[in-house]
T-cell receptor, first 109, second 116 residues
Framework: DAKTTQPNSMESNEEEPVHLPCNHS???????IHWYRQLPSQGPEYVIH???SNVNNRMASLAIAEDRKSSTLILHRATLRDAAVYYC??????????FGTGTRLQVFP | DGGITQSPKYLFRKEGQNVTLSCEQN?????MYWYRQDPGQGLRLIYY???????QKGDIAEGYSVSREKKESFPLTVTSAQKNPTAFYLC???????????????FGAGSRLTVL
């Protein structure tokens, strides 16, 4: 099964941009890249997803490398409410949504 | 508002007892999932169902059972055979229309089970 690799933790100051990296070197052509985030004691929340092209929505941007072996979630201006664990996931089939341990983002005022 | 409701939010159980966690969705989603999360860990798939009256085991199904009698409901029973049931349990759902990989999961708020 294709897996993802993320740093365990990252830090940012409030109102600064944050770039959260994810490596997925074994990705196949039909795997979508999804990002979710989880606040303490809550269920994960969808952030963004993409296949090949960069994607933007109201929450974040997703930059996907040309070879698709890595991607970066971009929070343009971090707020204290963005402090969470961010999961980078490859969505292959209905059942194969494999969550790693994610990146814990700390945001400082 | 559409969403997923999990209950109870907190549950305490004595060893040897079975407990059932409820998961209801009003999103008209065909697929539903149960995940388990331990402290500091990612999510692990217990069971999933793509259609009513059908479900498949995930990676850690031993000691758990599910049913899918209605599209809206996917209850999880934690049986006494589950050796370490204390965990945070998350239910999710997604559509199965269109391209599978593009379907987004919607999660409930979770149920925290503690075995005394």
């Amino acid at each position: 099964d294709a897996k993802t690799t993320q740093p365990n933790s990252m830090e940012s100051n409030e109102e600064e941009p944050v770039h959260l990296p994810c490596n997925h070197s074994t990705i196949s052509g039909t795997d979508y890249i999804h990002w979710y985030r989880q606040l303490p004691s809550q269920g994960p929340e969808y952030v963004i997803h993409g296949l090949t092209s960069n994607v933007n929505n109201r929450m974040a941007s997703l930059a996907i490398a040309e070879d698709r072996k890595s991607s970066t979630l971009i929070l343009h201006r971090a707020t204290l409410r963005d402090a969470a664990v961010y999961y980078c996931i490859l969505r292959i089939n209905t059942d194969k949504l494999i969550f790693g341990t994610g990146t814990r983002l700390q945001v400082f005022p | 508002d559409g969403g997923i409701t999990q209950s109870p939010k907190y549950l305490f159980r004595k060893e040897g007892q079975n407990v059932t966690l409820s998961c209801e969705q009003n999103l008209n989603h065909d697929a539903m999932y149960w995940y388990r999360q331990d402290p500091g860990q990612g999510l692990r798939l217990i069971y999933y169902s793509q259609i009513v009256n059908d479900f498949q085991k995930g990676d850690i199904a031993e000691g758990y059972s599910v049913s899918r009698e209605k599209k809206e409901s996917f209850p999880l029973t934690v049986t006494s055979a589950q050796k370490n049931p204390t965990a945070f349990y998350l239910c999710a759902s997604s559509s199965t229309s269109g391209v599978t990989g593009a379907n987004v999961l919607t999660f409930g708020a979770g149920s925290r089970l503690t075995v005394l």
